[in-house]
């Protein structure tokens, strides 16, 4: 099936044929849906912390930094904003220069001054137009505003990432990008006691050259301004990550030259990255959920109070690993047996002598742990986060996209209409064992949690295969903690219109 060229290819991209060959199975079996044992709710799986807890939470995190502990915040920032534009495309690219049935362009239009980009805009208009965009507007030219905003010709905000799209004005005049919210955001929860603050953006290497160019703009103002040293690094989706692509006959796809085709393996590509990056506690978070500096309280307070939380539990995992090495009696591992239910959701097969179950409670500790946000859900049931039933006869929680849940089994079903919470993938991550060696991550991977999706390439229809989801499957054997925090904190900019929400105007 492979030829000598696919071969070279393959070493040219550091994927073994093995690897193929499972990839193409995979095709031809499908991807399990989990076993699903409840949706995680307050009490079942997710944690309401009191002020009072939250406050602790804070202490415990500020000491740790005055401590001398390390993190690293990452920023996964590869995906273009082409999917934030969609409707503007469609309008753009129609026949007319009526809004009529495009609520989205005539949202924009008649707010086109809010946007930190209008300046800008104006601008490119003038030069490209010899008109602004108030002339523009009265001529009733409104595809040629919008075409200003995304095309090559205009400011190409359409083929951009979306970590370099002008996001929020100031009062000042400035404006700022997510990367450039991402950094000042670093600095409020994540300063080291030594005055550093270390981010790292996961980034396509179309757009390499552009993040470094905008880094090399702003880092020295944010250094004189908050008087700390900033350490920012960037890496890409390496070329051993990407998926090969099959016919619908779970066969190779091949271009028209008759080479391999393969594609991106989704963000759960992105665990490999996280494994390069030497810190003990890394910060997750996605480059688009961010808030200028007037709105950024809430953020701050409970990234301050996850970073503590994760810490308190690190803490308790240390000390009773340590306990574990010595004779423990019967009524204190049922003890510690009840703080990894009550914590992690970890229940137990019952009957389980002694041995077997400080065993288990051994082999559970001894992994990377993770705390994850949870934001109630104010909209429709899905994907979030769940208890599961693992093979070995015990629970966990897990954070689960809907295509991970059947569809045709009404347990599962009612399980999503009774889910509470979602995931705004807002984590902090321990990646370091007790005794403060690394981890290596790909170990507690599930392989069986990826996903089957349908592209084309050319015209031509083909199956794409997506690795298990970094917060999914990628961190799916991890020691898993979950806390409620409030809506206020997720402010994700999905299309252009978000930009006009309150939570990314000015004050």
Known sequence: MLTNDDLLNLQHRGISAQQV??????????FPYLSLQAAATPGNGITVLTSEQEHDA????????????????????????????????????????STDGNKAAEEVLDHIDRFAFFDDLNAVLIKTLGKDV???????RNRDIIKGIISPEGLNYGNLPKGLLKFHAYSDGHSRTPLEEQLAEGAQMARTADGKVRVHFTVSADHRDRFNAMLAEVLPELEHKTGLRYEVTLSEQKPSTDTIAANDDNTPFRDDSGALVFRPGGHGALIQNLNDLDAAVVFIKNIDNVVPDHHRKPTVHYKRVLGGYLMEIHDQVAAITAELKTDVT???????????????????????????????????????????????????PGGGPYVVNEPDGTTSLQILESTQIDKADDRAVAMMQQSTHFNPVDLVCYIKDVDGQKFNLPDYVDPST?????????????????????????????LTAMIEVPVS????????????????QQA
Request: net charge positive.
């Open 21 to 30: 060959a499972e990839q193409l199975k995979c095709f031809e079996t499908g």
């Open 58 to 97: 804070i202490k415990r995190w500020d000491r740790y930094l005055a401590s001398g502990g390390e993190v690293i915040k990452m920023v996964p920032a590869s995906g273009a904003a082409s999917r934030m534009f969609k409707a503007m495309f469609e309008f753009a690219d129609g026949d007319t220069d």
């Open 134 to 140: 108030d002339k523009l507007l009265k001529e009733g």
């Open 330 to 380: 019967h009524e204190r591992l049922a003890e510690i047996a009840d703080y990894l239910t009550k914590t992690f959701c970890i229940k137990f097969p019952a009957n389980l002598d002694d041995n077997s179950m400080k065993g288990i409670i051994i082999e559970k500790l001894n992994r990377p742990i993770r705390v994850c946000g949870m934001v109630r859900n104010e909209g429709e």
């Open 450 to 478: 990826g996903f089957i999706s349908s592209k084309s390439l050319h015209g031509k229809s083909l199956k794409a295969l997506e690795l298990p989801g970094l917060w999914n499957g990628a961190m799916s054997r991890w």
């Open 489 to 504: 904190t997720f402010n994700p900019v999905k299309t252009i219109n978000d930009l006009l929400r309150p939570a990314h």
